[in-house]
């Protein structure tokens, strides 16, 4: 079985949702991606953990495929449940960065 590797990826709007980062996800046509929605400090912004294989990893990590202005890091260490807000695996599509906010989004 090949190796998963995840990345954390914050600063997006705060109405982002995990089927919103897997509908955007889709046009990578990765294997098995696995995204969950963490708990921040703050509510003005929404932060994920997308595990996927290592092979994808550096498909993750390119900030040109992701909106303008978000952090993207790989994640080290392990997700523990108590820093999930909202988890899903289903997968649905991902819509464009509202332009009209100072905050990056992937909105509905």
Not at 5 to 33: C, H, M, R, W
Request: charged share 20%; aromatic share 10%.
């Amino acid at each position: 079985m090949p190796k998963r590797k995840a990345i954390f990826l914050s600063g997006l709007g705060p109405s982002t949702t995990v089927n919103d980062i897997n509908n955007y996800l889709s046009s990578l046509k990765l294997q098995y991606p696995q995204c969950n929605r963490l708990k921040t400090k703050f509510q003005s912004y929404a932060s994920f953990h997308i595990e996927g294989y290592e092979c994808d990893l550096q498909l993750l990590l390119d900030a040109s495929f992701w909106p303008e202005g978000c952090l993207i890091t790989e994640f080290y260490g392990k997700l523990r449940k108590d820093q999930i807000s909202q988890a899903v695996t289903s997968k649905s599509p991902v819509n464009l960065p509202d332009s009209n906010s100072s905050t990056p989004t992937v909105p509905k």
